[in-house]
């Protein structure tokens, strides 16, 4: 089943040539409309007219988070405000998050992608959508809301959190598929074991899984658990959001990428050299429709491969593999994007603590659990003399890593030179998830 079969089924060699002319209109518009492009590709001495195939598109300079960053909150965007008509953002202190403004027809776009995923796991207009990923600044929420209005689904804005209402809502709604974290899916059976609820017994028929990895073995359980074909879906709000990559029903190994949208590349994470198709490498983003926040070779930080296979689907775009791992030290918690820099940065508005803390990432039951151990400094050890000056410290940081951050943490404060230090290093993580 297709959303937009002409599109999703484009024999190989015409959407290439698509590729090519948008890729073109689009170096063109940011090199005359956003500072950074023009500054970035005189530097690499390119212009516009010199890229001409899609090979010449690793003549372009790559950007980071950190060119996100430098340009908050708007200074990436190709559109005046007035004709944009949404903001998201990441988590994050003011300039170390990232902000992403879409246009009407962004919006539009937008909607059609996350359409075609859920069309590609098999929704109609007659399936329940519950959709348990948060509303609000992140993408996921609001990108599955309007691609399930857009089949004709009808929708259950439920959110994240209130795990026994969510299991009311499934008993008594009868949605026939589920949208959230594949740790979500496991924590809602485990709340439902408690109730009594059989998974199975419910009229879910599919699950669509995603904002943190995914692997086959977790897959399966909930299958099992549930009694439902779970998919993967892809995506990350500096490209757009979800609705970049889908699996399949009929293909069920990897994630196709809406290629006439975005063209993706495999690169070396260290030499930043363009990696022949089908080797592991850090996925790398282009834009090519987006008006309002276009980007041109972003590095995802997501280590995957590129699957070049004709799918049995019928699309003929191609597939990356799951993604499990990342280049850098990015930590998803529950969903949420973590870099250890920003929670440095928290905790150096703090006054009172040293710049030495161990950021610890376990599970708890079916969820992330994140405990920050922080020394406090020489001074407020020795002069608070007060548990209750301690215990405002600990209240302070738990407060800042979720407003700023959007992440529930557990504080221990400890004495100054308790923690190992590595030298140009303030944080160890510790990362028991994966141990
Ligand atoms: P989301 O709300 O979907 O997490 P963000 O922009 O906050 O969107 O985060 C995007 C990041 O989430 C990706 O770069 C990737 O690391 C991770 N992610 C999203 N979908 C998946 C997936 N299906 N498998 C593994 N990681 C994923
Ligand atoms: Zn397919």
């Known amino acids: 089943m297709f959303y937009n079969e002409e599109f999703e089924t484009l024999p190989r060699e015409a959407l290439q040539?698509?590729?090519?002319?948008?890729?073109?209109?689009?170096?063109?518009r940011v090199y005359h409309t956003v500072g950074h492009y023009k500054k970035s590709l005189d530097a690499a001495?390119?212009?516009?007219?010199?890229?001409?195939?899609?090979?010449?598109?690793?003549?372009?300079?790559?950007?980071?988070?950190?060119?996100?960053?430098?340009?908050?909150?708007?200074?990436?965007?190709?559109?005046?405000?007035?004709?944009?008509?949404?903001?998201?953002?990441?988590?994050?202190?003011?300039?170390?998050?990232?902000?992403?403004?879409?246009?009407?027809?962004?919006?539009?776009?937008?909607?059609?992608?996350?359409?075609?995923?859920?069309?590609?796991?098999?929704?109609?207009?007659?399936?329940?959508?519950?959709?348990?990923?948060?509303?609000?600044?992140?993408?996921?929420?609001?990108?599955?809301?309007?691609?399930?209005?857009?089949?004709?689904?009808?929708?259950?804005?439920?959110?994240g959190g209130n795990s026994k209402r969510q299991i009311m809502i499934l008993q008594d709604f009868g949605p026939t598929a589920i949208c959230c974290t594949p740790s979500y899916a496991l924590h809602l059976a485990e709340q439902g074991g408690v109730l009594g609820v059989d998974m199975k017994a419910l009229k879910l028929r599919v699950g669509i899984f995603g904002a943190e990895p995914c692997s086959q073995q977790v897959c399966d359980e909930i299958e099992k658990i549930y009694g439902i074909t779970a998919l993967n879906f892809y995506g990350l709000s500096e490209v757009m959001g979800p609705g970049i990559g889908m699996e399949c029903l009929e293909g069920r190994n990897g994630m196709h990428i809406f290629e006439d949208h975005f063209l993706v590349e495999t690169i070396d994470p260290q030499t930043g050299e363009?990696?022949?198709?089908?080797?592991?490498?850090?996925?790398?983003?282009?834009?090519?429709?987006?008006?309002?926040?276009?980007?041109?070779?972003?590095?995802?930080?997501?280590?995957?491969?590129?699957?070049?296979?004709?799918?049995?689907?019928?699309?003929?775009?191609?597939?990356?593999?799951?993604?499990?791992?990342?280049?850098?030290?990015?930590?998803?918690?529950?969903?949420?994007?973590?870099?250890p820099a920003q929670v440095e940065a928290v905790l150096t508005d703090i006054e009172g603590l040293e710049p030495h803390y161990?950021?610890?990432?376990?599970?708890?039951?079916?969820?992330?659990?994140l405990e920050l151990q922080v020394e406090v400094?020489?001074?407020?050890?020795?002069?608070?003399?007060?548990?209750?000056?301690?215990?405002?410290?600990?209240?302070?940081?738990?407060?800042?890593?979720?407003?700023?951050?959007?992440?529930?943490?557990?504080?221990?404060?400890?004495?100054?030179?308790?923690?190992?230090?590595?030298p140009g290093q303030a944080a160890k993580v510790i990362d028991k998830r994966r141990i």
């Open 377 to 422: 400094s020489e001074k407020t050890f020795s002069e608070s003399g007060s548990v209750k000056e301690l215990q405002n410290i600990e209240r302070r940081i738990i407060k800042d890593m979720k407003d700023y951050l959007g992440v529930s943490a557990r504080v221990k404060l400890v004495e100054p030179n308790t923690l190992q230090h590595t």
């Open 274 to 339: 363009v990696l022949p198709e089908g080797a592991e490498g850090e996925l790398v983003f282009t834009t090519l429709t987006k008006e309002a926040f276009p980007l041109v070779r972003y590095r995802s930080g997501d280590i995957s491969r590129l699957i070049t296979d004709p799918c049995r689907c019928g699309r003929s775009h191609i597939k990356i593999e799951r993604i499990v791992k990342r280049s850098d030290d990015m930590l998803i918690i529950r969903g949420v994007n973590v870099f």
């Open 45 to 159: 001495g390119v212009k516009p007219d010199d890229i001409k195939s899609l090979t010449d598109l690793r003549k372009l300079p790559f950007m980071t988070r950190s060119d996100l960053q430098n340009n908050y909150p708007f200074g990436l965007f190709a559109v005046p405000m007035s004709s944009v008509v949404r903001l998201h953002a990441s988590a994050g202190t003011s300039g170390r998050s990232t902000v992403f403004g879409y246009t009407k027809r962004d919006v539009d776009t937008w909607s059609e992608l996350m359409a075609r995923s859920l069309v590609a796991a098999g929704l109609t207009k007659n399936d329940i959508v519950h959709n348990a990923f948060g509303y609000g600044l992140f993408t996921t929420g609001l990108g599955m809301h309007f691609g399930a209005e857009k089949i004709g689904a009808s929708v259950i804005p439920m959110s």
């Open 17 to 28: 040539a698509m590729q090519i002319k948008r890729l073109q209109q689009v170096l063109q």
């Open 358 to 369: 161990q950021i610890i990432v376990d599970k708890s039951g079916a969820l992330d659990s």
